[in-house]
């Protein structure tokens, strides 16, 4: 079983910033992806950013330059740090961790419960 938690959502004035963070743990023996995703009220889960194994980092064109995915391998690990926040930038941000939970199993997607981003005056 693995356990996915995210933390460090809330409200926010446009231009600020936030960082969220997120944690898996439990039975894991390999890590492929790193990620964050979002969802505003109404619209489709959409990527935000994502690290894979090698380093390689994907942003979403929304995002770039103003948010920044970083990671700690040895504590299982992911954050993003939000700068200049934008209202359009609301909705729950959800933690996503690509892995292994045996040797024997394939990769599979495993999710937190998100945590809300407000941007709001």
């Known amino acids: 079983q693995v356990q996915i938690v995210e933390s460090g959502g809330g409200l926010v004035q446009p231009g600020g910033s936030l960082t969220l963070s997120c944690v898996a743990s439990g039975s894991i023996v390999s890590i492929s992806v790193m990620g964050w995703h979002r969802q505003a009220p109404g619209k489709e889960r959409e990527l935000v950013a994502h690290i894979l194994s090698g380093g390689t980092i994907r942003y979403a064109d929304s995002v770039k330059g103003r948010f920044t995915i970083s990671r700690d391998n040895a504590k299982n690990m992911v954050y993003l740090q939000m700068n200049n926040l934008k209202f359009e930038d609301t909705g729950m941000y959800y933690c996503?961790?690509?892995?292994?939970?045996?040797?024997?199993?394939?990769?599979?997607?495993?999710w937190g419960q998100g945590t809300q981003v407000t941007v709001s005056s």
């Open positions: 996503n961790f690509r892995l292994k939970k045996t040797w024997r199993d394939p990769f599979d997607d495993n």
